[in-house]
């Protein structure tokens, strides 16, 4: 399916021209005159895609825009395009997680050159979302005590630390330790420690 490229700009022609290049690069485009148009139409970010935003479009802003879909989680990437580019307002969309920003006119190199750079990372970033989605799922799975010796052992406590807080046996421990590394498929404590810090469970102001 080939990847759809959101266009946002109130000038017609300017539009009517990228709409025109970009299907002859093989996307396909939607064209919205406004940003609230693009609001109404709520694109679906699980398709790949991305927005080619103006930053001077009447009603809602660019950057208002940005705000707006980063506040509601989509995961599309934004190419800012402007006539009028100012380092503050370049800083502050790129800070708000923008892929680029560029300053009409611009050549179909350059376009399609940051688009594929925008689809590149939004891959990626989907691949590592599934990954994230299948570790939460193992951890539903564990019993409510599996997830405490879970909680302390990526805390590097060793097991003698464990049956003691939780006023069990080491023999115990063991066992349930056993359970979480099979539940949650890994074979090593390096493994265990890298799944809870990337679903945010590990403080890093912790020892």
Same mark, same amino acid.
């Given at each position: 399916?080939? #990847?759809?490229?959101?266009?946002?700009?109130?000038?017609?022609? !300017?539009?009517?021209?990228?709409?025109?290049?970009?299907?002859?690069?093989?996307?396909?485009?939607?064209?919205?005159? $406004?940003? &609230?148009?693009?609001?109404? $139409? +709520?694109?679906?970010?699980?398709?790949?895609?991305?927005?080619?935003?103006?930053?001077?479009?009447?009603?809602?802003?660019? =950057?208002? @825009? &940005? #705000?707006?879909?980063?506040? #509601?989680?989509?995961?599309?990437?934004? /190419?800012?395009?402007?006539?009028?580019?100012?380092? =503050?307002?370049?800083?502050?969309?790129?800070?708000?997680?923008?892929?680029? !920003? @560029?300053?009409? =006119?611009?050549? $179909?190199?350059? @376009?399609?050159?940051?688009?594929?750079?925008?689809?590149?990372?939004?891959?990626? +970033?989907?691949?590592?979302?599934?990954?994230?989605?299948? !570790?939460?799922?193992?951890?539903?799975?564990?019993?409510?005590?599996?997830?405490?010796? !879970?909680?302390?052992?990526? *805390?590097?406590?060793?097991?003698?630390?464990?049956?003691?807080?939780?006023?069990?046996?080491?023999?115990?421990?063991?066992?349930? *330790?056993? &359970?979480?590394?099979?539940?949650?498929?890994?074979?090593?404590?390096?493994?265990? /420690? $890298?799944?809870?810090? *990337?679903?945010?469970?590990?403080?890093?102001?912790?020892?």
């Amino acid at each position: 399916m080939p #990847s759809l490229i959101h266009v946002v700009d109130d000038d017609e022609s !300017f539009r009517t021209a990228i709409e025109r290049r970009l299907k002859l690069a093989g996307y396909d485009v939607a064209t919205y005159a $406004s940003a &609230q148009e693009l609001l109404d $139409s +709520a694109p679906n970010d699980e398709q790949v895609g991305c927005i080619l935003l103006d930053v001077r479009i009447p009603g809602l802003s660019g =950057p208002e @825009l &940005q #705000s707006r879909l980063v506040a #509601s989680g989509s995961m599309l990437p934004i /190419v800012f395009l402007t006539g009028h580019a100012d380092t =503050p307002t370049t800083v502050r969309a790129i800070k708000a997680g923008a892929e680029d !920003f @560029l300053t009409k =006119p611009i050549s $179909s190199e350059q @376009l399609i050159d940051a688009i594929e750079r925008a689809l590149a990372h939004q891959r990626t +970033a989907s691949v590592q979302r599934g990954k994230l989605d299948i !570790f939460r799922t193992h951890l539903a799975t564990l019993t409510q005590r599996e997830r405490q010796v !879970f909680d302390l052992i990526v *805390r590097g406590r060793i097991n003698k630390q464990i049956a003691h807080e939780l006023g069990t046996t080491e023999r115990t421990v063991k066992a349930h *330790r056993h &359970q979480v590394m099979g539940k949650m498929q890994v074979h090593s404590l390096a493994e265990l /420690v $890298s799944i809870a810090e *990337r679903l945010g469970m590990l403080d890093t102001n912790e020892p």
